[in-house]
Protein backbone atom coordinates (compact mmCIF):
# COMPACT_ATOMS: atom_id res chain seq x y z
CA UNK A 1 0.00 0.00 0.00
CA UNK A 2 1.33 3.15 -0.98
CA UNK A 3 2.28 5.98 1.52
CA UNK A 4 -0.27 8.23 -0.58
CA UNK A 5 -3.47 7.69 -2.05
CA UNK A 6 -5.27 9.73 -4.11
CA UNK A 7 -9.14 9.57 -5.72
CA UNK A 8 -10.00 9.59 -8.08
CA UNK A 9 -7.12 8.10 -10.78
CA UNK A 10 -8.80 9.46 -13.61
CA UNK A 11 -11.65 12.19 -13.95
CA UNK A 12 -13.30 13.64 -16.37
CA UNK A 13 -15.33 17.05 -16.06
CA UNK A 14 -17.43 19.53 -18.39
CA UNK A 15 -16.06 22.94 -18.32
CA UNK A 16 -17.87 25.00 -15.52
CA UNK A 17 -18.29 22.04 -13.42
CA UNK A 18 -16.58 22.02 -9.55
CA UNK A 19 -14.20 19.19 -9.08
CA UNK A 20 -12.80 17.64 -6.23
CA UNK A 21 -9.56 15.29 -5.93
CA UNK A 22 -8.71 13.84 -2.59
CA UNK A 23 -5.67 12.64 -1.14
CA UNK A 24 -4.79 10.36 2.14
CA UNK A 25 -1.64 9.69 3.76
CA UNK A 26 -0.39 7.28 5.95
CA UNK A 27 3.14 8.73 7.76
CA UNK A 28 3.47 11.79 9.69
CA UNK A 29 3.81 15.16 7.98
CA UNK A 30 5.64 18.42 8.20
CA UNK A 31 4.09 19.62 5.08
CA UNK A 32 1.73 18.72 1.74
CA UNK A 33 1.86 19.72 -1.60
CA UNK A 34 -0.22 19.46 -4.35
CA UNK A 35 1.43 19.60 -7.34
CA UNK A 36 0.21 19.74 -11.23
CA UNK A 37 1.76 18.22 -14.27
CA UNK A 38 1.02 19.44 -18.13
CA UNK A 39 1.66 16.73 -21.05
CA UNK A 40 5.14 17.83 -21.26
CA UNK A 41 6.10 16.98 -18.15
CA UNK A 42 6.96 19.86 -16.67
CA UNK A 43 5.65 20.20 -12.75
CA UNK A 44 4.19 23.02 -10.83
CA UNK A 45 3.95 23.43 -7.30
CA UNK A 46 0.30 24.82 -6.48
CA UNK A 47 0.35 24.78 -2.72
CA UNK A 48 2.51 23.82 0.47
CA UNK A 49 0.33 23.70 3.29
CA UNK A 50 0.50 22.41 6.89
CA UNK A 51 -2.54 23.45 8.25
CA UNK A 52 -6.18 24.74 7.59
CA UNK A 53 -6.91 25.97 3.85
CA UNK A 54 -5.06 28.07 0.96
CA UNK A 55 -6.92 29.29 -2.18
CA UNK A 56 -4.93 30.57 -5.14
CA UNK A 57 -7.42 32.20 -7.97
CA UNK A 58 -9.77 29.35 -8.56
CA UNK A 59 -7.77 26.63 -6.30
CA UNK A 60 -8.50 25.76 -2.99
CA UNK A 61 -6.43 23.12 -0.98
CA UNK A 62 -7.44 22.23 2.31
CA UNK A 63 -5.71 19.64 5.14
CA UNK A 64 -6.94 17.97 7.78
CA UNK A 65 -3.91 16.86 9.95
CA UNK A 66 -5.92 14.24 12.18
CA UNK A 67 -7.41 12.71 9.49
CA UNK A 68 -4.52 12.78 6.92
CA UNK A 69 -6.21 14.00 4.70
CA UNK A 70 -6.22 16.09 1.95
CA UNK A 71 -8.39 17.95 -1.25
CA UNK A 72 -7.70 20.42 -3.87
CA UNK A 73 -10.85 22.07 -5.35
CA UNK A 74 -11.00 23.78 -8.50
CA UNK A 75 -14.49 25.81 -8.81
CA UNK A 76 -15.72 26.82 -12.59
CA UNK A 77 -13.09 24.21 -14.13
CA UNK A 78 -12.23 25.18 -17.69
CA UNK A 79 -10.07 22.83 -20.46
CA UNK A 80 -7.01 24.28 -19.51
CA UNK A 81 -6.99 22.87 -16.05
CA UNK A 82 -6.32 19.21 -17.85
CA UNK A 83 -3.19 17.86 -16.48
CA UNK A 84 -2.50 15.25 -13.81
CA UNK A 85 -2.52 16.69 -10.17
CA UNK A 86 -0.23 15.09 -8.27
CA UNK A 87 -0.31 14.83 -4.26
CA UNK A 88 2.81 14.57 -1.80
CA UNK A 89 4.23 14.93 1.39
CA UNK A 90 7.45 16.06 3.20
CA UNK A 91 8.25 14.80 6.78
CA UNK A 92 10.60 18.24 7.01
CA UNK A 93 9.24 21.60 6.34
CA UNK A 94 10.32 21.85 2.61
CA UNK A 95 14.13 20.16 2.05
CA UNK A 96 13.36 16.64 2.39
CA UNK A 97 12.33 13.97 -0.09
CA UNK A 98 8.85 14.22 -1.37
CA UNK A 99 6.57 10.72 -1.22
CA UNK A 100 4.27 11.27 -4.17
CA UNK A 101 0.74 9.74 -4.83
CA UNK A 102 0.38 7.91 -8.35
CA UNK A 103 -1.58 11.34 -9.42
CA UNK A 104 -5.16 11.93 -10.68
CA UNK A 105 -5.58 12.38 -14.24
CA UNK A 106 -8.09 14.98 -14.91
CA UNK A 107 -9.93 16.06 -18.24
CA UNK A 108 -12.29 18.60 -18.42
CA UNK A 109 -14.12 19.02 -22.00
CA UNK A 110 -15.82 22.34 -23.40
CA UNK B 1 9.66 28.80 -17.20
CA UNK B 2 9.98 28.01 -13.77
CA UNK B 3 13.11 29.29 -12.50
CA UNK B 4 14.32 25.67 -13.04
CA UNK B 5 16.08 24.55 -16.38
CA UNK B 6 17.49 21.60 -17.08
CA UNK B 7 18.73 20.39 -20.71
CA UNK B 8 18.64 18.66 -22.89
CA UNK B 9 14.76 18.42 -22.86
CA UNK B 10 14.90 14.98 -25.10
CA UNK B 11 17.68 12.36 -25.25
CA UNK B 12 17.77 9.19 -26.90
CA UNK B 13 21.53 6.98 -26.13
CA UNK B 14 22.05 3.61 -26.53
CA UNK B 15 23.42 1.25 -23.98
CA UNK B 16 26.88 2.04 -24.22
CA UNK B 17 26.87 5.75 -24.27
CA UNK B 18 27.90 8.20 -21.52
CA UNK B 19 25.64 11.06 -21.38
CA UNK B 20 24.75 13.88 -18.49
CA UNK B 21 22.05 15.80 -17.70
CA UNK B 22 22.34 19.50 -16.44
CA UNK B 23 20.28 21.12 -13.98
CA UNK B 24 20.56 24.81 -13.35
CA UNK B 25 18.62 27.52 -10.63
CA UNK B 26 19.04 30.49 -9.73
CA UNK B 27 16.83 31.20 -6.99
CA UNK B 28 18.87 30.89 -4.25
CA UNK B 29 17.90 27.68 -2.98
CA UNK B 30 19.71 25.34 -0.94
CA UNK B 31 18.56 21.79 -1.59
CA UNK B 32 18.47 20.21 -5.37
CA UNK B 33 17.15 16.96 -5.99
CA UNK B 34 16.66 14.19 -8.71
CA UNK B 35 13.39 12.59 -8.99
CA UNK B 36 12.82 9.98 -11.57
CA UNK B 37 9.23 9.12 -13.09
CA UNK B 38 8.58 6.01 -15.22
CA UNK B 39 5.09 5.54 -16.67
CA UNK B 40 2.01 4.19 -13.97
CA UNK B 41 4.44 5.04 -11.49
CA UNK B 42 5.19 7.80 -8.76
CA UNK B 43 7.44 10.00 -8.89
CA UNK B 44 10.66 8.49 -6.96
CA UNK B 45 13.42 10.54 -5.73
CA UNK B 46 17.35 9.53 -7.02
CA UNK B 47 19.66 11.62 -4.95
CA UNK B 48 19.12 15.47 -2.58
CA UNK B 49 22.11 17.36 -2.22
CA UNK B 50 21.78 19.89 0.56
CA UNK B 51 24.36 22.30 0.48
CA UNK B 52 26.80 20.77 -2.26
CA UNK B 53 26.23 17.81 0.12
CA UNK B 54 24.50 14.56 -1.16
CA UNK B 55 22.18 14.06 1.44
CA UNK B 56 20.29 10.82 -0.18
CA UNK B 57 20.92 8.34 -2.05
CA UNK B 58 17.94 6.44 -2.84
CA UNK B 59 19.10 3.31 -3.53
CA UNK B 60 19.96 4.00 -7.17
CA UNK B 61 21.98 1.97 -9.40
CA UNK B 62 25.91 3.27 -9.93
CA UNK B 63 25.10 3.55 -13.46
CA UNK B 64 23.96 6.67 -12.11
CA UNK B 65 26.05 9.37 -10.75
CA UNK B 66 25.14 12.83 -9.85
CA UNK B 67 27.36 15.60 -9.35
CA UNK B 68 26.63 19.08 -7.61
CA UNK B 69 29.48 21.37 -7.80
CA UNK B 70 28.37 24.43 -6.62
CA UNK B 71 24.54 25.45 -5.40
CA UNK B 72 23.15 26.08 -8.30
CA UNK B 73 24.14 23.54 -10.77
CA UNK B 74 23.35 19.83 -10.37
CA UNK B 75 24.05 17.09 -13.06
CA UNK B 76 23.37 13.74 -13.42
CA UNK B 77 25.76 11.30 -15.40
CA UNK B 78 24.57 8.54 -17.31
CA UNK B 79 26.97 5.41 -18.43
CA UNK B 80 25.69 1.84 -19.26
CA UNK B 81 22.05 2.34 -18.58
CA UNK B 82 19.55 -0.22 -19.48
CA UNK B 83 16.26 0.10 -21.72
CA UNK B 84 14.27 0.15 -18.21
CA UNK B 85 15.74 3.00 -17.26
CA UNK B 86 13.66 5.22 -20.15
CA UNK B 87 11.80 7.65 -17.77
CA UNK B 88 10.83 11.32 -17.19
CA UNK B 89 14.31 12.74 -15.31
CA UNK B 90 12.71 16.08 -12.92
CA UNK B 91 15.09 18.18 -10.80
CA UNK B 92 13.86 20.30 -8.28
CA UNK B 93 15.13 22.76 -6.00
CA UNK B 94 14.01 24.41 -2.81
CA UNK B 95 14.85 26.47 0.18
CA UNK B 96 13.99 25.53 4.10
CA UNK B 97 10.85 27.57 5.07
CA UNK B 98 10.09 28.81 1.85
CA UNK B 99 6.30 29.91 1.43
CA UNK B 100 7.20 28.81 -1.59
CA UNK B 101 8.16 25.02 -1.62
CA UNK B 102 9.78 23.44 -4.26
CA UNK B 103 10.11 24.25 -8.02
CA UNK B 104 10.05 21.47 -10.61
CA UNK B 105 12.02 21.76 -13.87
CA UNK B 106 9.96 20.57 -17.21
CA UNK B 107 12.60 17.32 -16.89
CA UNK B 108 14.27 15.39 -19.41
CA UNK B 109 12.67 12.44 -21.27
CA UNK B 110 14.86 10.07 -21.67
CA UNK B 111 14.89 7.04 -23.86
CA UNK B 112 17.47 4.31 -23.77
CA UNK B 113 17.78 2.01 -27.00
Known amino acids: KNEVEQSPQNLTAQEGEFITINCSYS?????LHWLQQHPGGGIVSLFM???GKKKHGRLIATINIQEKHSSLHITASHPRDSAVYIC????????????FGTGTRLQVFP | ETGVTQTPRHLVMGMTNKKSLKCEQH?????MYWYKQSAKKPLELMFV???????ENNSVPSRFSPECPNSSHLFLHLHTLQPEDSALYLC????????????FGSGTRLTVV
Open chain 2, 92 to 103: ASSQEDSYYGYT
Open chain 1, 27 to 31: VGISA
Open chain 1, 49 to 51: LSS
Open chain 1, 88 to 99: AVSRSYNTDKLI
Open chain 2, 27 to 31: LGHNA
Open chain 2, 49 to 55: YNFKEQT
